[in-house]
């Protein structure tokens, strides 16, 4: 019988990177659909094709490589780069969600993607799989680096890619059916719960490789969890009664 | 006047280096360097016996400062 174990830390590590893989995911597909639709599906799987290729290489190259760091060390440089990536994330997602920024808006993506291909100068077909490919390979470069290193820092890589593979499916389902109507998924909310869980395991795998010894293990990543949401809508609370309404900044 | 192409290790080289520096510091370099110093303060925090307790509150605390900071210096910028 095969016997599965799955800890606290193996719960919230797969809804994170399922998250963070869908978020990065729906942005990449924007831009593949417009340009499918404004040129050539040709061209747009092409540019995919060649983009997951790449990454896929990266993986594999990278992947079993950051196995072998020692594991306090590892958990300390990752969780350095997940409090980097996460304060970001996070940042920008409580301005977005106290009106001081403007929401990412996938309808707009799509329309400048439209218009940049119209403009495009030279081989038609060149710049559209050059869009795709760039499109997929940069946002997919993300999920590559969310994969691994939470992934690796967790020795959970297979769990991590599981992850973003149910992710990949969900999306290209979803994109599939709804097409066009991308705006329609909750970007920014999904961007404040990875915010939250990225800080929360960058300062729990920090704090580890630098020898905090976290009472409950794993179970405090749930502490940290609910600390830094309660931070986060204490802050959002905040700047909405500070700043002006029909103030934007960039 | 138009650059000549770069070659290809150099283009990708720039273009790696590039990627990291707009991933991990790009337009809020405060984050980055603010991570840097709270983690050499737990590390220190933590080799010191009476203040290891101290610093599982010490530490999410220091982050969500550096986030509150980092938020101030948007509304300051605007």
Known sequence: MLAVSLHTSDVVLAAAVFLACAVEMVEALTIVVAVGTAHSWKAAWRGVVAALVLLSALVILFGPALLKIPLEILRLLVGGLLLVFGLQWLRKAILRASGLKAKHDEDHIFAETVVELAEAEGDARKVAFLMAFKGVFLEGLEVVITVLTLGASAHRLGLAALSALSALVLVGIVGAIVARQLSGVPENAMKLIVGLMLVSFGTFWSGEGLGIRWPGSDAWILVLLGFYAVATWLMVWRLESVHDPTEVVR | ?78
């Open chain 2, 1 to 78: 006047m138009r650059r000549a192409p770069l070659s290809w290790p150099r283009g990708a080289l720039q273009g790696f280096g590039r990627f990291w520096w707009k991933f991990l510091i790009g337009d809020t370099p405060e984050i980055f360097l603010g991570v840097v110093v709270v983690l050499g303060v737990v590390a220190v925090l933590s080799e010191v016996e009476t203040w290891n307790l101290c610093v599982l509150v010490v530490f999410p605390v220091l982050i969500a400062l550096l986030l509150a900071g980092s938020l101030a210096r948007v509304l300051r910028r605007n």
